[in-house]
């Protein structure tokens, strides 16, 4: 995470319950993570953030979006402070 107040964004998903395929090739399905390399903050909550993809050998069957579970501010000049102080204040 760039450039945020938190170093990590928690994500979500729903998982399709079912997906149709031709029968025998339940075992030939693969699911594909697709996510940014980097964010950079804000990011609210809800945003889609990515895609989970079922797929087979022809293509992509499903896709379900990968979203932000909770809000991540910018980084603030205040943040940043209070970080220095926590890091003083514990190591002293």
């Given at each position: ?19 149709l395929a ?8 693969q699911a ?40 991540v501010d ?19």
């Amino acid at each position: 995470m760039q450039k945020g107040e938190e170093p990590a964004l928690e994500l979500c998903y729903t998982a399709p319950e079912r997906c149709l395929a031709v029968k025998g090739q339940g075992s030939a399905l693969q699911a594909e993570v697709e996510l940014p390399q980097t964010l950079e903050a804000p990011i609210r909550e809800g945003s889609v953030i990515g895609s989970l993809n079922i797929k087979n050998s022809q293509g992509i069957l499903q896709s379900c979006p990968i979203i932000a579970a909770k809000p991540v501010d910018a980084r603030s000049f205040s943040g940043c402070f209070r970080r220095v102080v926590n890091a003083l204040w514990l190591t002293a």
